[in-house]
């Protein structure tokens, strides 16, 4: 499973996309997969209502609407889904996109945070020597100092990108800092 990551900032804001890039074979099988799933859908459908109970058919109705709901939400994530991080110098956000579904924009304050590449199990057909891993986000509690987790990503990324979303962050940050007045330079 390979997966792009497109990476845009602007002077307060890292933003982050990570989209799915599913294998053929995974795409003809998810596909395949809900077509067979719309089989009892057509069949309910098929039988006159005056030959069945009302109830009986609505309820079966329902039931089956219910039933494609989940591997179609998954096979829309699997296909087109999207991840979008937004990394701010006082906030982190996150939304799964499903194409026509999204999940609430998810906001938590931060001070200090730290983010790492995981390496996964997974390989980069393409790239041999360019390891695939997850992106995982925490939080530094300011009281402890412990790590809280924020976000690990469902897709895979590769190191190369994990190192440009560092250098967007670093940028940002030591340019909010400077205008801040934080950040202080020193010559000899």
Partial sequence: ???????????????????????VQMKVGLISLCLLLLIPFMYLISIPPEETDKSVFFGGLVFILLYLLLPVRLTLWTL????????????????????????????????????YFAPDKLHNKNNPEQPLGKLIVQHLDNETGLPYHLYT????????????????????????????????FSMN
């Fill in 1 to 23: 499973m390979k997966s792009r990551c497109y990476i845009e900032a602007d002077h307060n804001n890292v933003f982050v996309t990570i989209q799915n890039q599913p294998s």
């Fill in 80 to 115: 087109k889904g999207k991840e979008q991080l937004i990394f701010n110098t006082k906030s982190f956000s996150f939304q799964n996109n499903y194409v026509f579904f999204d999940t609430p924009l998810n906001t938590t304050p931060i001070g200090q945070f730290s983010i």
């Fill in 153 to 184: 990503s469902a897709f895979p990324i590769n190191d190369f990108d994990y190192m440009n979303i560092i250098d967007q962050i670093e940028h940002v940050f030591t340019h909010r800092k400077m205008l801040e007045g934080q950040f202080v």
